[in-house]
């Protein structure tokens, strides 16, 4: 399994042709209007606040706000509630107004219908920024005309948010996008541990398997050789449904602990405190895991994910993107594709619970390690 590491460095520089060539940001003269913004996301979740964070520190830079010192975050947290409303009140700026009652989190469809009727009725918000694919499918529609700009969506193609890489199918609708993201996350798995049964666990619907980006797990398996084998939890309506959700889950990855040689852990939705519990069985059968998520999963018991080293790219992406909108450039067609070198995130103590010796250059590698006393 080690001898895969010199191979799967390879797989986390994506070619340099794809990324996109520097064009002049618009700047603070270009807008001529006060724009109102509002904030949507499918639920807390740390990668959403900390995207939120870093592109609101790249408009601080770039001068579209005031000061931002002494806003409310810190990395890790998933909390955007108490981040807005300061924004509300603290964040001067000649051209952006952070609409105080335009924040929303675990979006249900009730509340998307009303968000959606607000947007429709043209009160008092000029653009959405949107987290998550829940979310983001709910507010892709052309039920109103807002610019709605989606960030942290897991297949924004296959979840039918925008129509493709170069045109968003909508002109008031966009999404980031690094389109072979898992599929570099599959190949660097696959060509560490040569697995010939992946386990995945997913909701069976058309947003669940967006949201697991199954197109992409499929492509996977059919060009490197491996199976999948596959169980089915539908996502919880809401929080009177965690239990049920939690209780299926669980019995989901017990079974495949069994069943599969390796687990590709798509993303769910568990809290990230009960982590820890619902991966118990695959170290206690040593079963390698890997995170869709990222290095938080990692933190709490999967053996590995791929990390962003920081935030600053997708920061200075998200906050370039929203100038050129608000300095009249079409959306439809704005560049949406953007991704930066990731590297990989390790917890040594699953490793150990498992039974496999990371190598180590690819502990010197790792930008992320955990479970190391």
């Known amino acids: 399994a080690a001898s895969g590491f010199g191979a799967f460095c390879g797989a986390l ?100 219908d009303a968000l959606v009727e607000r947007l429709r009725g043209g009160r008092g918000i000029d653009l959405m920024i949107v987290m998550g694919t829940v979310a983001g499918v709910a507010l892709a529609t052309d039920a109103h005309r807002v610019p709605v700009l989606a960030f942290s969506c897991t297949n924004p193609v296959a979840a039918g948010i925008v129509a493709s890489e170069t045109d968003t199918g909508r002109d008031h609708v966009w999404a980031h996008l690094d389109p072979r993201r898992f599929q570099r996350q599959l190949s660097i798995f696959h060509k560490t541990f040569r697995f010939r049964r992946l386990g995945i666990a997913y909701d069976d619907s058309p947003t669940g398997r967006a949201i697991a980006s199954l197109p992409d797990i499929e492509a996977m398996a059919g060009r490197s050789g491996f199976e999948l084998v596959e169980r089915h939890v539908r996502a919880p309506i809401d929080h009177l449904d965690q239990y049920r959700y939690e209780v299926e889950l669980s019995a989901a990855w017990d079974a495949l602990s069994r069943e599969a040689e390796a687990m590709y852990i798509t993303y769910g939705r568990w809290p990230l405190d009960r982590f820890p519990s619902l991966v118990r069985p695959f170290l206690k059968r040593r079963v390698p895991t890997f995170s869709q998520l990222g290095p938080e999963e990692v933190e709490r018991g999967a053996l590995m994910s791929i990390a962003r080293a920081d935030m600053a790219g997708i920061g200075h992406f998200g906050a370039a993107t929203i100038a050129r909108v608000m300095a009249g450039e079409p959306l439809r067609h704005l560049p949406q594709v953007y991704f930066d070198t990731p590297s990989i995130a390790w917890n040594a103590a699953t490793a150990a619970a498992i039974g496999y010796r990371i190598p180590f250059p690819a502990l010197l590698a790792a930008d992320s390690l955990h479970g190391v006393l």
């Open 13 to 112: 520089r994506p070619p340099a042709a794809a990324l996109a060539a520097p064009r002049p940001v618009p700047s603070v003269r270009d807008v001529p209007r006060r724009w109102r913004i509002g904030y949507a996301e499918s639920m807390p979740y740390g990668n959403y606040a900390a995207t939120l964070a870093a592109i609101l520190g790249e408009l601080e830079r770039m001068g579209w706000t005031g000061g931002l010192t002494g806003m409310p975050y810190r990395p890790g947290q998933t909390d955007t509630a108490a981040l807005w409303s300061w924004l509300a009140a603290r964040a001067g700026s000649p051209i952006l107004e952070f609409v105080p009652d335009a924040h929303a989190t675990n979006l249900t469809p009730e509340g998307a």
